[in-house]
């Protein structure tokens, strides 16, 4: 099982309950207090905010053993972000 696998599971059960729904940052404060080390990025898809286009912020936890997780917010319309899905070590490369 990898960090990317144990972090999934506690951040969507975390949002599910409306925990880290006040304080997003709460939940990744809970990893780092378990030990887990990690980069947190975040991409905004659009760089022009005055477009009425769809714009997406994708947001990446990379761990130290290689796994990411990741999920995606349509910032202009549905404020509700995708649950955290893991990702193998491997097919993210963190820069």
Known sequence: MYD???????????????????????????????????????????QDPSSDDVRWEIECLAFDDGSAALRLLRLNSDPNPTPWAAVAPGLVRSK
Do not use: W, Y
């Not at 972090?7 to 925990?19: I, W």
């Open 4 to 46: 990317a696998d144990i972090a999934t599971t506690l951040l969507n059960r975390c949002e599910e309950s409306g925990a880290g729904l006040q304080e997003p940052a709460a939940a990744l404060e809970v990893l780092r207090e378990g030990g887990m080390r990690f980069k947190r990025i975040r991409h905004n898809s659009q």
